[in-house]
């Protein structure tokens, strides 16, 4: 059995960060996004009055000014390639949570996502758990199609960086089996079949029990050297940099005032 790489430990801790521990302001984060998929959940499925949908929507409304109040938080904070070189490196990622806790499929700090809980074996078979809600349904009792395309794009996203040269996915082909139920565990696994110079070639399934669902291939293009640093660099010259301004001067005022309700 080969010695696992560096660059390998790093992605799993982070592809993998469903299943760690956090403390602090990270647990309360996921507690938060948990509570916010539930009101999701039941906002679909609720025939509540005209009064309780109206109560429920100022609290929200309320809750989204006071949350715009605070400073927008640096979401690559961790996040670079030189990261990949150094599995000891102490940032706020490898501490818990990070950018792939925002993933709106895998990260428990975004309550748009399901979430699937990723899981992999030594030998580079990547599983993806997850149970779809009402929020996702397509054809009745279904899950909706772009859903399941999205989310394998996800796992075999996982799966083409045990080759140690992750990439950008470049196509994505869906083949349909079956429908994929709501409101019941599925799993999609993935795995690597070939390389080719820059090129990842991935095959996945997803089945619901032992019915197959759908498969997958993907073929996946590795970054050139410093990709990620320019497209984080192009992120900030499109980020909204007057609400983060704005929200700034709103938690100075804040402060200064009482808090609501």
Known sequence: MSEESPARRWFRRRWEAGRLPVTGVWAVRRRLAAAMRQVIERLTTSDAPLEELEAAAQRLEAYAERLGRHP???????FSESALLDEDAE???GRGGGHFDFSPLIGLSN???PPIVMTSDEDGTVYGRVTFGS???????????????????????????FTDRPGMTGTLSIVYRSPTPLHQEVVFTAQVERTERRKVFVKGTLHAGGRLCAEAEGIFVSMQPGTYARLIEERGKRAPERGVREGRARAAVGRDEKPHG
């Open 135 to 161: 929020a996702y349904e397509g054809p009745p009792g279904c899950v909706h199609g772009g859903y399941v395309a999205a989310s394998f794009d996800e796992v075999l996203g996982y799966a083409e960086t």
């Open 91 to 93: 940032d706020e990622e």
């Open 72 to 78: 927008r938080r640096a979401r690559y904070l961790g």
């Open 111 to 113: 309550p748009l996502s």
